[in-house]
C-alpha cells in the first residue's frame, strides 16, 4: 500500500469508474460519514439500485460517533478532516473492517496504524479531467496576473494591467507527477503548443522526462500532480524555490504539504517568483470547507498569502464537480461490495 520511494513518485494508482452493479445482489449496510447535502442526495438514489442500505451523517467519523458504523463492516469517510488513530481502533472494535476514503489522497490516514487495527483501506477514481480542467484554468489565469485584474475591476479601475500577460506557446511548463490527473493536464496542454518536461518514477505520457532538479530549473510555471507521502513532504523546499527561474508560476492542485509555505512566500514577496496558483495549502485542514466571515482566520501563512497581488488562492475546490461526485459516491459503493464479495467467497 505504499509508494517506492522517489523524488517524483507516481500518482497511486486508482479504480476507474465502473458500471453500477445489479440491485439483485445481497444487501450490504455502509455508514457515510462526512457528508454533505450533495453527496447525501447521490448516495440515497445509487445504494438502493446497488443494494447497499446507508446509513448517513454529515459529522466526521470519530470516537464518539463510531456507533453509527455498529453493525456495518464498511464505511466511506471524506477527505476534509484527519481520522485518528484512537478513532480507527474504535472504529475496529465495533466491527468495521472497510474503510474507503472518498478522496484520491490518503495523508488523513494512518495506513499502517489502520492496516494493524485490521481495517482495509481504499480510495476511489474520480474524474480526472475536474481537477485537469481546474489547473489549466489556474495556469492561464497567473500567467495573465487574472488576480490583479480582477481586483482592480472590483475597485472600478478599469486601466490596463502595469504588467503584460504571456502565451502558453512561449513557456516551459514542468509538470510532477504524470498519473491520471498529471496525465491529463499534459494532454490539455498539448493543444496550446508549449513546451512541456515532466518528472514521474513511472513515465505514461509521451513528454521528456527529467529529473525534478531539472524540471525546476528548466520550467516558467510549475504544476504539482503527485501524492503527499512522507518522500514527497516539502517536494518544493527552499533549495528547490531558490534554483526555480526567475519570474517563475507555481501551480498546486495536489496537496497542500508539498510546497514549503515557508519558503516560498519570502520568494513571493520579493519578485522572484513570478506568482502561485494554489488551490490547497499547508495547514488547510479546519479552516477550507467553512464559513470564517464572522471569525478571524488564524493561518499567518494563508492571510500573508491572501495580501500578495500575484497569488491566487481557492478552497481546495479543483476536484468539485458534478462528473467527479458522482464517480466518487458511485465508486465508495462498488468499493464496499467487492469488498464484502470477496470476503464472501474467500
Known sequence: MTYRES?????RRTRSPVPLLSSAAPTTGITVYGCGQDESALFRDMAPRLGVTPTITAAAVSEANVGLARGNRCISVGH????????LVALSRVGVTYLSTRSIGYNHIDLTYAESAGITVENVAYS???VADYTLMLILMAIRDAQSVVRRMDLHDYRLNDVRGKELRDLTVGVIGTG???SAVVDRLRG???????????PKSDVDYVP???LVRRSDVVTLHTPLTAATHHLLDRRRIERMKP???VVNTGRGA???TEALIPALESGRLGGAALDVLEGEEGIFYADWRDRAVESKSLLRLQELPNVLISPHTAYYTDRALRDTVKNSLVNCLEFESRNRHG
Open 247 to 249: 519570474g517563475a508560476i
Open 192 to 202: 496550446f503548443g508549449c513546451r512541456m518536461l515532466a518528472c514521474d518514477s513511472r
Open 80 to 87: 476534509k478532516t484527519r481520522i485518528s488513530n484512537p478513532t
Open 258 to 260: 508539498l510546497i514549503d
Open 128 to 130: 480526472p479531467d475536474s
Open 212 to 214: 525534478l532538479d531539472e
Open 7 to 11: 523524488a517524483c513518485p507516481p500518482a
Open 180 to 182: 491520471r490527473i498529471g
